[in-house]
């Protein structure tokens, strides 16, 4: 057996998670301007949803379990018609562990964001990811994703115990 | 000059609301069910995004400044070619008016909902709604709406003073 994979949780930034999508978040860095006579800011189009074909953009609440770290990973999916983004209403951190679009990457090449309570972020179409990572309690996602006909969810399983995300890093 | 108009504050629910849109919760009576190996539970489709022309679905960040309660409503506004969706990142109550579609609805046509802060709203499109109300102290909101060519807003002065929402169904 080849010897276990440790992903070093990294910092969520807009410039490191670019090749997987976009992030959700009200930063001074981000394009923003005053609205409703002055007494509302809006930190504009953050992220553009994306759906082909008949699908349609929906709105749910992903209701997460928490998990405990070490975590070894256990899958990883992709939405090959759609983007999917996910907000957190908790403000809890949270984990997201993603690889480029393309053929199922090698676990070696995944790469694992720690993202603060008031982070999002939205998958590119087609972008790997693990399912839902939230921490320290059950916590509350938006979620913004596609729904219509044709086959918009790939699974690959990771072998158990090869891919691990520890609690060093957060 | 007449008499003000007070709009009594309703709690928001899904049968009161679905004149104007529809509400964003995850509670046990709306469509649920397991998923992520039963990691995660999706309440599902609460909202369904709507765009017309050549508009997008793009997702924001407002941050609204706190209102005090009474509070003299001022105007009232509706995106004719597309949804416009609010989730509260915050926790905290807030507070939606809204008037059906159609030709501006005169002050006491309006509806008062106060909002739990696990509470979201999606307008649909051409529903009046008063700009965004937070309480209690500054919020982020999760704005899901539509960005494109086309007039996209009309807005309605009301007469200052004459309309209120007032604390004491707080």
Request: aromatic share 8%; net charge negative; glycine share 8%.
């Amino acid at each position: 057996m080849s010897t276990p994979i440790r992903l070093p949780l990294r910092p969520l930034t807009v410039e490191a998670f670019a090749p997987f999508g976009e992030v959700i978040e009200a930063s001074p860095e981000r394009p923003h301007f005053p609205i409703n006579a002055g007494t509302t800011t809006r930190f504009h189009a953050l992220a553009h949803a994306e759906v082909s074909g008949e699908g349609r953009v929906v709105l749910s609440i992903f209701r997460g379990q928490p998990f405990a770290l070490p975590l070894a990973l256990r899958v990883i999916e992709r939405h090959p018609l759609g983007t999917q983004a996910f907000v957190p209403l908790s403000g809890r951190p949270w984990v997201v562990v993603v690889g480029a679009p393309g053929p199922a990457p090698a676990p070696s090449a995944l790469t694992a964001f720690l993202c603060r309570g008031d982070q999002g972020v939205q998958y590119a179409r087609g972008t790997w990811h693990h399912p839902l990572i939230a921490l320290e309690a059950e916590s509350d996602f938006l979620v913004v994703d596609r729904v219509g006909d044709g086959h918009n969810c790939d699974e690959v399983p990771l072998d158990d115990g090869t891919v691990w995300i520890t609690a060093s890093d957060v």
